[in-house]
């Protein structure tokens, strides 16, 4: 079974662009999967949600999906984001992100990413 790993800016799609990344995911994935995160992305989600704004009520609709959606939250120790999202992909995971530069080095492992396209579609890639 593959882990899908979801990184913020992923979480904030909802709200941006109005996709469902849930049923889009659904229709991307032709094996089973659980849907996580990691501890420090509810904790960047936190921070951005108290600072209000557009991105703070992105960031609150982010934090609510991974409630509603019971979306597993990974501990970690330390680093920055996108370092652990690195050291803990492998080939069971798939990460879910916007970030191009994360893409990039994640290709290069031959980790799989899934990402906004034309900002209408998800694409597995």
């Known amino acids: ?10 979480l904030t ?7 469902d990344i849930f049923e889009e995911i659904g229709k991307l994935m032709e094996e089973k999967y659980e849907m996580v995160t990691l501890d ?17 009520v992105a960031a609150k609709i982010g934090l609510e999906l991974i409630r509603k959606k019971k979306i597993k939250i990974i501990k970690t120790e330390g680093g920055r984001t996108d370092e652990l999202i690195e050291k803990i992909a492998n080939e069971d995971f798939i990460v879910a992100t916007n970030d191009a530069e994360l893409r ?7 980790i799989k ?5 034309a900002k209408k579609h998800l694409i597995l890639g």
């Open 13 to 19: 799609i909802p709200y941006y662009f109005r996709i």
């Open 104 to 110: 990039r080095r994640l290709k290069g492992k031959g």
């Open 40 to 56: 420090k992305i509810v904790e960047e989600l936190e921070r951005l949600a108290k600072k209000g704004g557009r991105s703070g």
């Open 1 to 10: 079974m593959k882990r899908i790993l979801l990184d913020a800016n992923f």
């Open 113 to 117: 990413t899934i990402y906004l396209r």
